[in-house]
């Protein structure tokens, strides 16, 4: 029999670890951040809004253009999805800004997890939509019958390697940036009084880094609209 | 902040604006005059990574076929071969598009 006092050991349930990370953290912030902007901008929304709610607006409207420019009309049930993955890639993004707080869309596997969902989806969508005829995709128009056996695994790689263009996209603009403002950081420090040069080239490139922030964010979002249009429209 | 010292603000800023405006249009009808270098730097990055995810994929890909069919280095040679050739048709599509957006936003429409 075993011990009477063995019920109260504390062990791991699970069998793989789940430590709560610094990037699990900035993740919970960022989730928290978007939902706290959301969650007051649109408390007491009114005809005429208020400055958080009209911030509000136009991050809505902005992803709405982006998916009618990219997919039209059809696209619009997809708008919970695409605006959730535009806003917490963007709040990762520029929370990454924040001096000493993590990044972590600068990780491959975050941005491959977020990319490798979004082309799994949408290939799923693709796949309910049309039934069989979604592989169609993989043969284009207009090409001649003899060179299918060249064209047919070329079209699938490209389609399989969609993933990875995305995610490497997102995540090589995050750490280059943030390493070249370490390395102006870094310079201003060892340099001393003539550490004013770097300094004034990391304020630059502090400025350049914010507005990359928002574009990949943006670029992540049209591109998961245009392979979603694939999906719906077939080309 | 009074009403006086608005108004000769509001007018520097039209001034200023109406300067501007003059300026994104005179060159080329588009982007200003540092927008060009820094959209070339993003389509040559983005051409870039789509290049290189093409080798990498396909090298993975053959990679772990090669492992599951135990078939030697046939599978990552022919998948290093087809997944550069995929990565070469994305960056082409990625050009082609960048070209149809070219010309739809300067309406005047290029060949090909």
Redesign the interface.
């Known amino acids: 029999m075993a011990s009477p006092i063995e019920q109260f050991q504390v062990k791991p349930v699970l069998p793989f670890d789940v430590t709560f990370t610094n990037s699990a953290f900035a993740m919970a912030v960022a989730v928290g951040a978007a939902y706290l902007l959301f969650s007051r901008g649109m408390r007491d929304p009114g005809m005429i809004p208020s400055r958080i709610q009209s911030v509000c607006e136009m991050i809505y409207e902005f992803v709405r253009g982006i998916i009618d420019e990219n997919v039209g009309r059809e696209g619009r049930p997809y708008l919970p999805v695409v605006f959730t993955l535009f806003l917490f890639i963007l709040f990762g993004n520029l929370l990454g800004m924040v001096p000493g707080f993590f990044t972590f869309t600068s990780h491959i596997i975050v941005t491959f997890t977020m990319a490798v969902v979004v082309v799994g989806s949408v290939t799923l969508i693709g796949i309910a939509r049309h039934g069989t005829h979604f592989f169609s995709l993989f043969a284009p128009a207009g090409a001649p019958k003899f060179i299918y056996p060249i064209l047919v695994p070329i079209e699938i790689i490209s389609y399989l390697i969609r993933p990875i263009s995305l995610s490497v996209r997102l995540a090589v603009n995050m750490t280059a940036g943030h390493i070249m403002l370490k390395s102006f950081a870094g310079f201003t420090v060892a340099m001393g009084v003539f550490g004013i040069l770097p300094l004034v080239a990391a304020v630059g490139l502090t400025g350049l880094e914010i507005v990359i922030a928002i574009l990949q964010a943006y670029v992540f979002t049209v591109l998961s609209c245009l392979y979603l249009n694939d999906a719906i429209n077939l080309h | 902040m009074s009403e006086d010292d608005r108004k000769p603000d509001f007018g520097a800023f039209d001034a200023r604006m109406a300067r501007l405006k003059a300026a994104e249009t005179g060159s080329d009808g588009k982007a200003g005059p540092e927008g060009e270098p820094k959209a070339a730097t993003?389509a040559g990055?983005?051409i870039g990574?789509?290049l290189?995810?093409?080798v990498?994929?396909?090298a993975l890909?053959g990679y772990f076929l090669d492992a599951w069919l135990d078939t030697g280095p046939l599978w990552l040679i022919v998948?290093l071969v087809?997944?550069s050739?995929?990565?070469m048709?994305?960056a082409h599509r990625y050009i082609k598009r960048l070209d149809r957006e070219r010309s739809d936003k300067s309406g005047t429409p290029k060949a090909g």
């Open positions: 993003h990055l983005h990574i789509e290189v995810a093409g990498i994929g396909g890909l998948m087809l997944g050739a995929a990565g048709l994305n």
